[in-house]
Nanobody
């Protein structure tokens, strides 16, 4: 069982930046591929970014490419999502997710692929 806790959400103006974090309770954090998803009111949960076990590969949704950066610190059992040039349409609850994998190159971009989820952190971008 892996427990994920997100933090760092908040209110930011259009064009601003925010970094959200996800701390994992996993004993071997480096064995997990990680992902970030978001869900806005009355919308389905959507993929934002994903990173492989030790960060060799990453992937982004087209809507955030060039603005958001996913990273991870193995020593701190933490994944991050750096969000720059934020827009009102980025407003959502952001969730981190983890999946135990045996291949260091694998990453996943769909929600059903993930085994563990955090409780989410609210990000609100004011216009």
């Amino acid at each position: 069982q892996v427990h994920l806790v997100e933090s760092g959400g908040g209110l930011v103006q259009t064009g601003g930046s925010l970094r959200i974090s996800c701390v994992a309770s996993a004993r071997s954090f480096s064995n997990y591929a990680m992902g970030w998803f978001r869900q806005a009111p009355d919308k389905e949960r959507e993929f934002v970014a994903a990173i492989s076990q030790i960060g060799l590969r990453s992937s982004y949704a087209d809507s955030v490419k060039g603005r958001f950066t996913i990273s991870r610190d193995i020593a701190k059992n933490t994944a991050y999502l750096q969000m720059n040039s934020l827009q009102p349409e980025d407003t959502a609850v952001y969730y981190c997710a983890a999946k135990l994998v045996a291949n260091s190159w694998l990453l996943f971009t769909t929600a059903p692929d993930y085994d563990y989820w955090g409780q989410g952190t609210q990000v609100t971008v004011s216009s």
